[in-house]
Structure formats: structure tokens, C-alpha cells
């Protein structure tokens, strides 16, 4: 079975499939309309290419031609004379298929636009290279008709020629685009060594398609080999190289509990994985549907650049027809000349580079956060990142793990932090409470060995209570222990107190009806999410927290943060209402930015003007968010936001760029140098319109080339940090200390 590569179906590699081979690989389709959508880009691509060939073929000799006419008369006998003799018609041969077979194109685009009512860019190229080229062939086959002798084929080819290689440069962008979906696709492994149970209670490690792996099978992953889907580790130790996916060049150390991308490499250990996610679900999917939409989107800014030609191109037609006519009647030139002026302005204000600003900068900006694990989900929302002015981050998920973890160990009466965490440790290994897992977490990460208690007794609402070697362990709140007679002293209640303010859930744990310590555990903040806050207020932007939960927590949490604003105790459908009361108070102040990651963040995400989902949240959070953050890292909010500005700043840059190419040098080609240069000069004016044009195309696309020098913020600091990340956990994988229990 092979995966439809446009609409992610499975189908069968038989002989009769429709298939289409790339670059040595097959690919299979559902349909010939999947086939015709993948192979699109390429088919343009090639006749593109046969185009150019054809149209630079064909350019050459119509220049080498025409430059006797252009150049002094010294130079005139370049050419035999029975060449020359002939220069006109054989130019008029060569010009006529490039003007109207090669430039079709433009033809079409112009009667596309006339449909529309409305003009477009390809309405200056279809008119100003039929002008040329009508004047010329008039010379040519009636050259009495007119008092000059000179043509300008030459600047109609050039212009054509221009143009479709600026077109060809563009389209192969796409089919880059296509080939990134390509590449995505083949890292997907074909194959799955998963075990399954022969006969009996025997497990055998067998091979099958990846496409046929479910969900809860366990993959046996090799050193050396891609993990076919997205998972959890549930034995093993290694390191996954995740670069294809999160373009970090570190490897990143996965031990048991940890998620797995589907793609990635396992560098080192054997590994085994239980499959989560299959199919479409996977992160690997998922990006190439990213990748996929982002292709199509048309930005705001693209949108009004589009919308200004609609204006653009009438007012510069009429300045072209006023400056034809002027010259003509006014300044009584002749029809030659008069015509020369006419289509060196619109040569000259042919919008080809304000047609490109946009589109470049948004390429290289998506293209930079993509290798940087940020995922645009269309160019519009690199523009709308720029407008933030008000970031609004869910708390459990997003600035914290969202799972509880220990804080505290405070020991008492004598017992060790560590006997105090096996003791709780053996009594909650019983309970399937978060809580209780949190503790026997953090028991296993030190190396405590934690044994099950031989009873376990839940009391509701206070606690519970564990027998072990005949010993009894209590766990549970200030009632429990109440009802058990154990005192609890002030000094105790005080320290309680202080834990639970800082929004921590403090418990007491007893042994032998003594009271031996306090354990606290709370949901922690995410590293570097204080550097995030920090970046963020520096930026001039507005932080506000908004969580489902209570306000004393809620508040301990944004106090560390530094977070002046806290919306507490709101249900889901209240966070999308408190977005557009945030909306409507900031409607003058800039745009409203949602960070979440669950379920319950997908209203208040659609909501805001732009939302930004965690990579490791859940997929209804991402279907909603403009923005997927691919790595945990919430410093990378602070890298979208400030991607978004840099982005929109080369946009500006280059809509300057085009606009002073197109409209400043107007009047040069309007005949604002003929009282100094002579009446002459409009024989050059075409073809210096047309090198201008060329070099606005060239000076946008140079430009938004230099986005690509973009450094993120943290770049160096996060480096350093997963160098030292993996330096602790090879030191300490093979760390063990036993914690016999206290003898009774």
C-alpha cells in the first residue's frame, strides 16, 4: 500500500494503479485529478522552461539585428549589407511567434481582466509589446507609411523574455514547494516491525506495512531506523534525531514515557514504541497539510497590493495615452516619437516587481519559521503577527507542563526528604489519582525504589491510607490526620499555609501515627516561559493569563511570570467572550494573540486575531490556531511574533522598491530628459524601460533573499541548553540508590 501524496488516501501499488514517477521514486494516486494536482507545478515548470529556451532562442538574433539601427552610424556595417537588406523582415519573422505564441499568456491575462472589468499586470505587457511590436511590423511591410525607419521589435522580445523568466523563477518555487511535500512523504518508512503474539503467550516480532500499524501496537525500532508513526517509549533509551520534522540538529534523549515523532531517526538505543497516532493524525501528516495550505494562501497585504493595480494600471494607461498625445500635438514630434513615448511609460510602470514584493518576503519568512519549528499556516498570518499588540496565554498546558508534579519535600521528626517521598511513594503506587502518580513519579526519577503497599485504602475527600510491613502510612489533609489523632503543631499549619499561597496542593504524610513530613505538588512552569514574558513586555506588547483555574493560583503562577493581568475561573465558551471583550477594548491598539493548547482554548483561538497553538496540544487546538508551535519551547512565541515584523518590514521595503521603479522614472520615460537630451533619446527609452523594469524584479527578490539571514532570538542560549540537558541525563541514566524501608 502506498499513500496518495494530495489527499493522503492508501492505495494499492499494483501495475494498473495510476502512478507517476520522481526522481526514481513511484508515487500512487487515488484519482487522475490527484495525479493531475501533484504534477501540476512540474508540467508548468517544464513548459515554462521549453518557453524561455524558445523565447531567449528566439531574442538573440532580433537584438543582434537591431543593433546597427541603435548604435552610431561608424557601427553600421556590423552586419552584410544583404542581411541588413532584409534585418526588418527577418526580425518581423522571429518576433511575430514570441509576440503571439510565446506571449500568449498575456493575451489571456488581459481578456481575463477585461471579463472581470478590471485591469491587471498582464494588461501593461499585452499593450505596451503589441504596441512595439504593431509600430515595428507597420515600418516593416508599409515603411512608407511612416517617416522612420527604425524598429523595436527588439523591445517587445526582451520584455516577453523578461517577464517569463521572472515567471519561470516563481513557478519553480512552487515546485519546490511540491518537492518539500515530496520529501516529507518519503520520510515516512514504508515498513513496521511491531511484536505480536503467536501461539500461545509467545511474542514474535513481525513485519508489516506501515499503513497497517494501529493504534496501541508496539513498534520495535532499531538503531539506525525511522520510527514509522508517532508514539510513546515503553522501553528503552536513546536519542531521536528530530531535524526532518523540528529542525533542531541536536539529537533529543527519549527514555520510557516519552513521545515519539513518526520519521524521526532513533540514533542509538533499541527502543520499543506503542503507537498513538496513525494516518492523518501523525505530526508528519499534519505538517505536509500545512505545507500544503500555506501554498494557496494569499496574504492581506497581497490582497491589497492586487487591489491597488486595479487602480494602478487605468491611471498609468492614461498617463501613457496624455503623454503620447502631448507630444504629438503639443510638442509636435511626430507619430513616431509620440508612440515611443507612449509605450516606454507603460514599459517602465508595469508592475512585474510590485506583483512579486509580497509573495518573496512571505516565502522567505514561512520558509524561516518552518526551520525554526514554527509553522505559518498561511502568509496572512505573518502579517497579522506584526499588528500584535496584546498576547494572551491558558495557563495548564501552555506556561505550565499541565501535569502535576513534586515541588516540595519538607521533612519531619526526624525522617529523611527521601524517606519521606518512599514512604508516600508506596502508599500511592495504589491510587490512580494525578496526584499520586506525581509522587511516584518523582520517587522513580530519583531512583527510590517504590514496592506496592499490601493494603490500600482510599478516604474520600481527605486522603488515604496504605499498610506496609506492618507499618501504616497515611496521606492526605489536615482532616485526615485530625480524625487519626495526629497533631498537627502550628509551625506545620503555617508552612501549609505559605505552600498552598503560593498555589501549591501541600500534603501531610504520616507513619505510625506520627507525623513525619509535607509533600507539595503543583503543576510547574515550562523552562525559559519567564525569558518568553520578559521578551514579550520588552516588544511592547501586553501579557494577560486567562485559565479555568482558581484565581490563587492562577495569580501565584503569573506572579513568577510576571504577568499583571490574570482572568481567572472561566469556563471555555468564556474565554472565546473574554477575547472579544479584549478585541473591542484594543480595537485602535493593535491585534489580539491567543496561546493555547487544549480543547477547551479552541473557541478563544478562533476568536483572536491570531491564534497560536502548542505543537503538543491537542489536534483541535491546531486545526484552530494560525500558528502551530512545533516545539514545547514557549519562547518560540516570542520568535513568531518577532518573525512576523521582520517579515512585514521587508514587504514594506519591497512595495517601496517597486512603486519608486514604476512611478519615479514615469516621467524620464514620459520625455522629461528631451530638452537636454534631444528628441532622440526616445529611440533608447523602451529599451531602458524594459532594463529598469528587469532590475525592480531583481532588487525585490535580492531583498526578501536577505530575510533568510534572519537569527532567532534564543538561537545560541537553546543550543547551550539541550548541550547540557543531554550532558545530565547520560550521566545519570544509570544512577540507582535503594532506600531500604525503616525497621519497625
Known amino acids: 500500500m502506498a499513500k496518495d501524496p494530495v489527499c493522503g488516501m492508501f492505495v494499492e501499488e499494483k501495475p494498473e494503479s495510476i502512478r507517476y514517477s520522481k526522481d526514481g521514486k513511484e508515487y500512487y494516486f487515488c484519482s487522475n485529478q490527484c495525479l493531475d494536482e501533484f504534477t501540476q507545478p512540474e508540467k508548468e515548470l517544464k513548459k515554462l522552461k521549453m518557453y524561455v529556451a524558445i523565447s531567449i532562442a528566439l531574442t538573440i538574433p532580433i537584438v543582434i539585428l537591431s543593433l546597427p539601427h541603435m548604435l552610431p552610424i561608424q557601427f553600421g556595417d556590423l552586419l552584410p549589407m544583404n542581411v541588413m537588406h532584409y534585418s526588418n523582415y527577418i526580425m518581423l519573422a522571429l518576433a511575430t511567434p514570441l509576440q503571439f505564441w510565446i506571449g500568449w499568456r498575456f493575451y489571456r491575462g488581459l481578456w481575463d481582466g477585461i471579463k472581470a472589468r478590471a485591469s491587471n499586470m498582464d494588461t501593461l505587457i499585452a499593450i505596451g509589446t503589441t504596441a512595439a511590436y504593431v509600430y515595428s511590423a507597420t515600418v516593416t511591410i508599409i515603411p512608407d507609411y511612416l517617416p522612420f525607419e527604425s524598429v523595436y521589435f527588439e523591445t517587445a522580445a526582451i520584455i516577453i523574455t523578461l517577464i517569463l523568466i521572472g515567471r519561470l523563477l516563481e513557478t519553480r518555487t512552487k515546485e519546490k514547494a511540491s518537492d518539500a511535500v515530496r520529501k516529507l512523504l518519503d520520510l515516512q518508512p514504508k515498513m513496521a516491525k511491531i511484536l505480536r503474539k503467536g501461539e500461545g503467550e509467545d511474542t514474535e516480532e513481525i513485519e508489516i506495512p506501515v499503513e497497517q500499524v494501529q493504534v496501541g501496537d508496539i513498534m520495535v525500532i532499531k538503531p539506525g531506523e525511522r520510527i514509522p508513526t508517532d508514539g510513546t517509549v515503553i522501553d528503552g533509551l536513546s536519542s531521536i534525531d528530530e531535524s526532518a520534522v523540528t529542525g533542531e540538529s541536536i539529537p ?266 509535607i509533600i507539595a505538588i503543583a503543576d510547574t512552569i515550562k523552562d525559559n516561559a519567564k525569558q518568553a514574558i520578559d521578551s514579550l513586555k520588552s516588544m511592547g506588547i501586553k501579557v494577560v493569563m486567562l485559565t479555568g483555574d482558581n484565581e490563587r493560583t492562577a495569580k501565584a503562577v503569573a506572579s513568577k511570570l510576571g504577568i499583571d493581568r490574570v482572568i481567572a475561573q472561566v469556563l471555555p465558551q468564556e474565554k472565546e467572550q473574554v477575547i472579544s471583550r479584549l478585541k473591542s477594548e484594543g480595537e485602535k491598539k493593535g491585534a489580539i494573540a491567543m496561546v493555547g493548547d487544549g480543547i477547551n482554548d479552541a473557541p478563544a483561538l478562533a476568536q483572536a486575531d491570531l491564534g497560536i497553538a502548542i505543537g503538543s496540544g491537542t489536534d483541535i487546538a491546531k486545526e484552530t490556531g494560525g500558528i502551530i508551535l512545533i516545539k514545547e519551547d514557549i519562547r518560540d512565541v516570542v520568535i513568531a511574533l518577532d518573525l512576523g515584523r521582520k517579515t512585514v518590514s521587508k514587504i514594506k521595503q519591497n512595495l517601496f522598491w517597486a512603486f519608486a521603479y514604476n512611478t519615479g522614472l514615469i516621467p524620464i520615460a514620459g520625455g522629461i530628459l528631451v530638452p537636454f537630451l534631444g528628441v532622440e533619446i526616445f529611440g533608447w527609452l523602451p529599451m531602458l524601460a524594459g532594463l529598469a523594469m528587469a532590475l525592480s524584479s531583481v532588487t525585490v527578490v535580492g531583498n526578501s533573499i536577505l530575510l533568510g539571514r534572519y537569527k532567532p532570538r534564543f538561537a545560541a542560549e537553546r543550543k547551550i541548553q539541550v548541550r547540557k540537558d543531554n550532558e545530565k541525563i547520560y550521566s545519570d541514566k544509570d544512577f540507582k540508590e535503594v532506600y531500604a524501608p525503616k525497621a519497625s
Open 252 to 517: 533529543v534523549d527519549k527514555k520510557n514515557g516519552d513521545e515519539v515523532i513518526g520519521a524521526t531517526i532513533n540514533k542509538s538505543g533499541l527502543l520499543k514504541v506503542k503507537a498513538t497516532k496513525i494516518g492523518q493524525d501523525t505530526v508528519l501528516s499534519q505538517i505536509i497539510t500545512l505545507v500544503e495550505e500555506a501554498r494557496t494562501g494569499k496574504a492581506q497585504m497581497q490582497r491589497l497590493v492586487d487591489q491597488v493595480a486595479k487602480y494602478f494600471v487605468p491611471a498609468v494607461l492614461a498617463v501613457a495615452i496624455g503623454v503620447g498625445l502631448g507630444w504629438y500635438f503639443v510638442g509636435d514630434i511626430g507619430i513616431t516619437f509620440s508612440l515611443l513615448a507612449f509605450v516606454s511609460v507603460i514599459i517602465i510602470a508595469c508592475p512585474c516587481a510590485l506583483g512579486i514584493a509580497t509573495p518573496a518576503a512571505l516565502m522567505m519568512g514561512t520558509g524561516k519559521g518552518a526551520e525554526n519549528g514554527i509553522l505559518f499556516k498561511g502568509g496572512e498570518y505573518l502579517e497579522i503577527a506584526k499588528k500584535v499588540k496584546t498576547i494572551v496565554f491558558d495557563k495548564t498546558g501552555t506556561l505550565t507542563r499541565g501535569k502535576p508534579s513534586v515541588t516540595n519535600t519538607i521533612a519531619l521528626s526526624g525522617f529523611s526528604e527521601d524517606e519521606i517521598l518512599r514512604l508516600a511513594a508506596i502508599a500511592e503506587s495504589g491510587s490512580e489519582h494525578p496526584l499520586g502518580q506525581a509522587v511516584v513519579n518523582k520517587a522513580k526519577e530519583k531512583g527510590i525504589m517504590v514496592t506496592n503497599p499490601e493494603l490500600f485504602e482510599a478516604v474520600s475527600g481527605h486522603g488515604l491510607r496504605a499498610r506496609y510491613a506492618n507499618h501504616t502510612i497515611l496521606i492526605g489533609n489536615r482532616k485526615l490526620m485530625q480524625d487519626n489523632n495526629i497533631a498537627v503543631n502550628i509551625d506545620v499549619n503555617t508552612t501549609l499555609s505559605a505552600l498552598e499561597t503560593q498555589g501549591k496542593t501541600a500534603t501531610l504524610v504520616a507513619f505510625d501515627n506520627k507525623l513525619a513530613g
